[in-house]
């Protein structure tokens, strides 16, 4: 099983705040990994895969980098819209796991 | 475009076998070589991936739930579904099915309750 650490779990920002989220795994994944969004009472989206990719349809202020161990989600100027929680996911190895997810807050 | 939407009982009684449904509309199960899988999320945590189907037939499930998990393809009727097996308060979680392995669509989610 391919561990995940997500970091931080909260994070309080501001309109406008430039925010990163960073994601660990227990081991090399290359760049199979997604990063979701969910808001509360609905599905998650996805906004990222392949580590980097966007997603069709998720604004470009979204972006991801990294590979092998060690992942970053950033959002660059970050609207209202954006408080929600934020979770990544391996899909290199079975079982396909998630991060603990990080709940993006109004300060 | 594709829609998928979960269905079945909102109320299991412990011991009792958990089934679920979820239809995709808007285009068949058997084209494009997606996986297409269950993930359940307890309430006010995270999410825990429990098994995929292949159009093939193919399966593969979390080994953390293997023992009672079966999932099953119907293309006939473009649906695939889950059962859970022995289910106990544990158990107790919203349910959503989702296609891909980055998940790109998902169903809207169901509660299901395992209460007496």
């Known amino acids: 099983v391919i561990w995940m650490t997500q970091s931080p779990s909260l994070l309080s920002a501001s309109t406008g705040d430039r925010v990163t989220i960073s994601c660990r795994m227990s081991?090399?994944?290359?760049?199979?990994l997604a990063w979701y969004q969910q808001k509360p009472g609905k599905a998650p989206e996805l906004l990222i895969y392949?580590?980097?990719t966007l997603q069709s349809g998720v604004p470009s202020r979204f972006s991801g980098s990294g590979s092998g161990t060690d992942f970053t989600l950033t959002i660059s100027c970050l609207q209202s819209e954006d408080f929600a929680t934020y979770y990544c996911?391996?899909?290199?190895?079975?079982?396909?796991?998630f991060g603990q997810g990080t709940k993006v807050e109004i300060k | 475009q594709v829609q998928l939407q979960e269905s079945g009982p909102g109320l299991v009684k412990p011991s009792q076998t958990l089934s679920l449904t979820c239809t995709v509309s808007?285009?068949?199960?058997?084209?494009?070589?997606?996986?297409w899988s269950w993930i359940r999320q307890h309430p006010g945590k995270g999410l825990e991936w429990i098994g995929y189907?292949?159009?093939?037939?193919?399966?593969y499930y979390n080994p953390s739930l293997k023992s009672r998990v079966t999932i099953s393809v119907d293309t006939s009727k473009n649906q695939f579904s889950l059962k859970l097996s022995s289910v106990t308060a544990a158990d107790t979680a919203v349910y959503y099915c989702?296609?891909?392995?980055?998940?790109?669509?998902w169903g809207q989610g169901t509660m299901v309750t395992v209460s007496s």
């Open positions: 989702a296609r891909g392995q980055a998940f790109d669509i």
């Open positions: 808007g285009g068949s199960i058997s084209s494009g070589g997606y996986y």
């Open positions: 189907i292949y159009y093939s037939g193919s399966t």
């Open positions: 081991q090399g994944i290359s760049s199979y």
């Open positions: 392949a580590a980097s």
């Open positions: 996911q391996q899909y290199y190895s079975f079982p396909w796991t």
